[in-house]
Nanobody
Framework: QVQLAESGGGSVQAGGSLTLSCAASGIVFKLNQMGVGWYRQAPGKEREWVATITNGDIKNYVDSVKGRFAISRDSAKNTAYLQMNSLKFEDTAVYYC?????????WGQGTQVTVSS
């Protein structure tokens, strides 16, 4: 059974940085053969797409995080990352990772990021 485990969330002041990790287990394929996405959901709001890295290593970001966030992965560790810099109050949310491809679409349980202004 494929499982994702996010970690790295926490509380930080505005302008600070955090790196989220998403460790995949139970997958047959290497992580670089699959797409990986990060999403977030703020209180009272719908889940929002944040960033994606495709199996062709194409990276895309929502406009609000461009230049501040960076998505990456280490296939040897089957782990994806979201480096978040210059954090803003409005980045406060539960962050979820998602992997897709080869008939899979799996979500992690989420990790809380709280940015104080």
């Amino acid at each position: 059974q494929v499982q994702l485990a996010e970690s790295g969330g926490g509380s930080v002041q505005a302008g600070g940085s955090l790196t989220l990790s998403c460790a995949a287990s139970g997958i047959v394929f290497k992580l670089n053969q699959m797409g990986v996405g990060w999403y977030r959901q703020a209180p009272g709001k719908e889940r929002e797409w944040v960033a994606t890295i495709t199996n062709g290593d194409i990276k895309n970001y929502v406009d609000s995080v461009k230049g501040r966030f960076a998505i990456s992965r280490d296939s040897a560790k089957n782990t994806a990352y979201l480096q978040m810099n210059s954090l803003k109050f409005e980045d406060t949310a539960v962050y979820y990772c998602n992997i897709y491809g080869y008939g899979l679409n799996v979500w992690g349980q989420g990790t809380q990021v709280t940015v104080s202004s």
